[in-house]
């Protein structure tokens, strides 16, 4: 039994910030990459962000540098996301994933293990 658990979506006015958690439970990950990827409406499922194994390495899509930051707590095998500056192109169902494996790969089919997602909403 592996699970990831998101929460902190929800609907934002445009410039509006939200913080995104996810935690493992049924398992460890402290020692594997975590990573952030949305799917909007009729779209492929996109990366956002990164966090490699040792917590320094990040990776970011140019669409959300400087707006959003990535985190991690391996004491709570927890991963979190700030979210500043929201745009209304930022409305998605947001997932969190994981590998056991230490390096941030920005492509989807390289994690083993998601959550069920979160909608974020920004309305301009």
């Known amino acids: 039994q592996v699970q990831l658990v998101e929460s902190g979506g929800g609907l934002v006015q445009a410039g509006g910030s939200l913080r995104l958690s996810c935690a493992a439970s049924?398992?460890?990950?402290?020692?594997?990459?975590m990573a952030w990827f949305r799917q909007a409406s009729g779209q492929e499922r996109q990366f956002v962000a990164a966090?490699?194994?040792?917590?320094?390495?990040?990776n970011y899509a140019d669409s959300v540098k400087g707006r959003f930051t990535g985190s991690r707590d391996n004491a709570k095998n927890a991963v979190y996301l700030e979210m500043n500056s929201l745009k209304p192109e930022d409305t998605a169902v947001y997932y969190c994933?994981?590998?056991?494996?230490?390096?941030?790969?920005?492509?989807?089919?390289?994690?083993?293990?998601w959550g069920q997602g979160t909608q974020v909403t920004v309305s301009s």
């Open positions: 994933a994981a590998r056991t494996g230490c390096y941030g790969y920005v492509r989807a089919n390289e994690y083993d293990y």
């Open positions: 966090i490699g194994c040792g917590g320094h390495s990040t």
């Open positions: 049924g398992r460890t990950f402290s020692t594997g990459a």
